[in-house]
């Protein structure tokens, strides 16, 4: 299985995501190796990785979900014709069911953003305070407001043009900014 994770990693995380590709990095490293690290990848049994899925729904039921989604694309991997361990036909992760996830919903209170605010208004590094303005202000990700260049921002027009290699849904996205962020980028480019 190490091998099977050192092979996925070299092929698949370059062309993902950062964070996709950070997080895979995580699962592997703190939830798939520990358990099967050393064992071979044809001996792994499905009841082992619906065992693993239980336990961590426990404590991080979100990361059971993500962590079984990354199995089956590693047994996935394993099982391609073209791979070393070809003697994994199957996939142990098929058929495991996923938890139900209720949609996670958190918004900062008002006592909340007011103290937010005052504190961005001392923070040392006003271009760390700045992005964080730009996050509260337009709801982007935060890696769509960190990888934004100003040849995206057409501030005269009033918009922000994400480019799909930023955007989730990998297509170019046009978001049309509000007075207090057209304000801001022009303060912060001055």
Request: aromatic content about 6%; some cysteine.
């Amino acid at each position: 299985m190490r091998d099977l994770c050192t092979a996925y990693r070299a092929e698949h995380l370059p062309g993902k995501r950062a964070n996709t590709a950070r997080n895979d990095e995580l699962m592997i490293r703190r939830e798939i190796l520990p358990r099967f690290g050393a064992r071979k990848v044809a001996d792994i049994r499905h009841a082992e990785i619906a065992a693993m899925h239980r336990e961590i729904v426990k404590d991080r039921p979100y990361t059971a979900n993500r962590t079984l989604a990354l199995c089956k694309r590693l047994f996935n991997f394993a099982a391609h014709p073209d791979r070393r361990w070809r003697d994994r036909a199957d996939n142990p992760a098929k058929g495991v069911a996923m938890i139900y996830e209720s949609r996670r919903e958190r918004y900062l209170t008002t006592d909340e953003l007011k103290r937010l605010v005052a504190v961005l208004a001392e923070w040392p590094c006003q271009q760390t305070a700045n992005a964080v303005r730009v996050l509260l202000l337009t709801g982007a990700r935060k890696d769509e407001v960190l990888s934004a260049a100003w040849a995206q921002f057409d501030l005269a027009a009033g918009t922000w043009r994400k480019p799909a290699a930023t955007t989730k849904s990998k297509k170019d996205h046009v978001v049309m900014l509000a007075a207090p962020v057209l304000k801001l980028l022009a303060d912060i480019r001055a």
